[in-house]
T-cell receptor, first 115, second 114 residues
């Protein structure tokens, strides 16, 4: 199998606080993980590509200082939303890619609500 | 023009019907193609990869037409449980290099009714 977990599954936070979301590949090593955001009735938009042991690559328009990504091991990547605002409320989904494959396996997502 | 385009639907079909979804992609260098299924408020799940020769998995058949840059998904004998959003996904290229990223279409919503 190819199981990816995310924690937390949902979080409500106040404006101005920071939230950390974890993404783990449970039964395989993922040299590359991806972070997506999905607003209601829209498709997934890639935010950044996270490579183990190196800096993340951010998509155009995504603020790297606001969305901090750390990929400390072959099974864990974290996304920290800093100084969250209500417009950051969204469904954040990570995925992990097996080595030598282009298939991505998705975590269950984290629903963030900023009040 | 979007890199991956799909008809958003919704497609409302009765149980047992056959339904087809289409998708076009703009980058002729793309090599890998997938259909993902996403249920409401859930993550996308890989339904099937799409191969040049076409492939079938039970009631699902995927076809690829490279000349037309067109991908299709056919669902036969629709079940209520097939109700979901179907995402057409293509790998991303920058120039001739595969970036390893996936580009998602906006999805086609299917509602199968009893």
């Amino acid at each position: 199998g190819a199981v990816v977990s995310q924690h937390p599954s949902w979080v409500i936070c106040k404006s101005g606080t920071s939230v950390k979301i974890e993404c783990r590949s449970l039964d395989f090593q993922a040299t590359t993980m991806f972070w997506y955001r999905q607003f209601p009735k829209q498709s997934l938009m890639l935010m950044a590509t996270s490579n183990e042991g190196s800096k993340a690559t951010y998509e155009q328009g995504v603020e790297k200082d606001k969305f901090l990504i750390n990929h400390a091991s072959l099974t864990l990547s974290t996304l920290t939303v800093t100084s969250a605002h209500p417009e950051d409320s969204s469904f954040y989904i990570c995925s992990a890619r097996r080595e030598f494959s282009y298939e991505q396996y998705f975590g269950p997502g984290t629903r963030l609500t900023v009040t | 023009r979007k890199e991956v385009e799909q008809d958003p639907g919704p497609f409302n079909v009765p149980e047992g019907a056959t339904v087809a979804f289409n998708c076009t992609y703009s980058n002729s260098a793309s090599q890998s193609f997938f259909w993902y299924r996403q249920d409401c408020r859930k993550e996308p799940k890989l339904l099937m990869s799409v191969y040049s020769s076409g492939n079938e998995d039970g009631r699902f058949t995927a076809q690829l037409n490279r000349a037309s840059q067109y991908i299709s998904l056919l669902i036969r004998d629709s079940k209520l449980s097939d109700s979901a959003t179907y995402l057409c996904v293509v790998n991303s290229f920058r120039g001739s290099s595969n970036t390893g990223k996936l580009i998602f279409g906006q999805g086609t919503t299917l509602q199968v009714k009893p």
